[in-house]
């Protein structure tokens, strides 16, 4: 739904858990039904945050019905059996709490965050939407418009966001990845109360879903509770998430896009590579490391070179997304200084990458970029909100509890040739795409 949050989250991903460290140390039960219940105690605040994932995002959406996942989303906020329309957010509100939702290409969310006493209310109305949603037309075509103004000001109005779905379309020549989350404007027009309900049906069972609650909370305590509000509800069909593949990539692709909303020029570049779903061994980790090695702060070799150094440029970052049930993605992103084209600025990038791909990265990068990604764990613990976040990304991209307390470890392990070796395999032209954001001159065609 907000790409910006699912960027936010993938550098969360770098928080996970130890069990040397615990630094969440989550307790984990599955009900006979199939829905596996996960939970953090945190007792600095009498707070819990309550959230239901579903292992369905975007990329398992019919074809034609892009945006459905995200659709559906917005009409789980409308009526049930039992809360009329409209009602449920305005509950939790008068009970004192907050909610909301996210919908990825891989996963959709529902949480709330209320007082301790207040999570058996909120319990009891999420339970109940999972089974009993009630859709009107009204109801429907009036949330149809309110996602088309969504897109409009989101996507239609922003160069970045528009450049952004042209990246994407361009990096995933067959993968569903290359739709909006959102969906296409003309497929999100005929998008029906039908087609919502068909998708509710197939994906949204408790066998399908994951309950996973932080805060002033035990498993002890929360398993009765599970067990009343969402141990009744039948499980459904098993969900294979079976998606087609992408063909091997033999060329380079470029998108560009100028615009009068544009004041300063950018150039970014976005490689498909593998998740920590489909990596094998420690690429994964290499190239967290990796990510952090080229753009990760002013120490960063991307940094000192083309911002201090060479002076070539204001701005750079580097970031890598291995939280994805299929393909992951390594990202670089350039900000020229002055009137440097990005001609200019592309060319002093690739000799940089060219280095770092031939020359060796030195043992004491590995060590500060691993020290520096491992201690940020640390400060995951005071956030009810990031134990929930990180552990539904992962649990429903095919991760397990264990590779996430083995995280640490594994950062720690990296060594010089795995770093060597994923920057080999992944920066390669054939396999990225570039995309150029530049200022234009009003009337200018």
């Known amino acids: 739904m907000i790409r910006f949050l699912l960027l936010a989250l993938s550098s969360m991903a770098l928080f996970s858990f130890s069990g040397k460290t615990e630094v969440f140390n989550p307790e984990t039960h599955t009900l006979s039904n199939g829905m596996q219940v996960v939970v953090v105690t945190n007792r600095s605040a009498p707070a819990v945050v309550h959230m239901v994932w579903y292992k369905v995002g975007a990329a398992d959406e019919p074809r034609g019905q892009s945006g459905i996942a995200h659709f559906l989303e917005h009409l789980m906020f409308k009526g049930t059996k039992y809360t009329p329309p409209g009602e449920f957010s305005k509950i939790v509100s008068r009970n004192g709490g907050t909610d909301n939702a996210f919908t990825s290409q891989d996963f959709t969310a529902y949480y709330q965050k209320v007082a ?8 009891k109305l999420e339970a109940e939407r999972m089974t009993n949603l009630v859709l009107s037309e009204k109801d429907v075509l009036s949330e149809r418009d309110v996602v ?7 996507t239609d109005n922003s160069p970045s966001a528009q450049l952004f779905e042209a990246q994407q379309t361009a990096l995933y020549l067959n993968h ?14 005929e998008l029906s109360a039908e087609n919502a309900l068909s998708f509710y049906k197939k994906f949204y069972a408790p066998n399908n879903a994951i309950l996973i609650v932080a805060g002033d909370v035990s498993l002890k305590e929360i398993k009765p509770l599970a067990e009343k509000y969402y141990g009744p509800i039948p499980g459904g069909a098993e969900i294979v998430r079976s998606r087609i593949l992408e063909p091997k990539h ?4 470029r998108v560009s896009l100028s615009s009068t909303q544009v004041r300063q020029p950018s150039l970014s570049r976005v490689y498909i590579t593998s998740s920590y779903r489909t990596a094998q061994k420690r690429e994964a980790y290499a190239l967290q490391v990796l990510a952090e090695i080229i753009g990760g702060g002013t120490r960063s070799r991307l940094y000192r070179s083309l911002v201090l150094d060479q002076k070539k440029a204001i701005s750079v970052s580097a970031w890598y997304n291995p939280t994805a049930l299929d393909y992951g993605e390594f990202g670089i992103s350039v900000t020229p200084r002055g009137n440097l084209s990005l001609a200019q600025i592309e060319k002093a ?43 539904g990304r992962a649990l429903t991209t095919g991760q397990s509890l264990e590779n996430l307390e083995a995280w640490p470890e594994r950062i720690m392990s990296v060594r010089i040739e795995d770093v060597v070796a994923a920057a080999n395999e992944t920066l390669v032209l054939r396999n990225s795409v570039t995309s150029l954001l530049t200022p234009k001159k009003r009337g200018v065609q």
């Open 116 to 123: 301790r006493t207040k999570l058996e209310l909120v319990m």
């Open 349 to 391: 990038l690739d000799r940089e990458l060219l280095e770092i791909k031939t020359k060796s990265i030195s043992a004491d990068e590995i060590k500060r970029a691993a020290k520096k990604l491992t201690a940020e764990a640390v400060y995951a613990r005071d956030s009810l909100m990031a134990a929930p976040n990180i552990i």
């Open 148 to 154: 088309l103004e969504e897109r409009a000001s989101r």
């Open 250 to 253: 033999r060329a380079a692709r």
């Open 176 to 189: 569903p990845y290359r739709n909006p989350v959102i969906g296409w404007e003309h497929e999100i027009r």
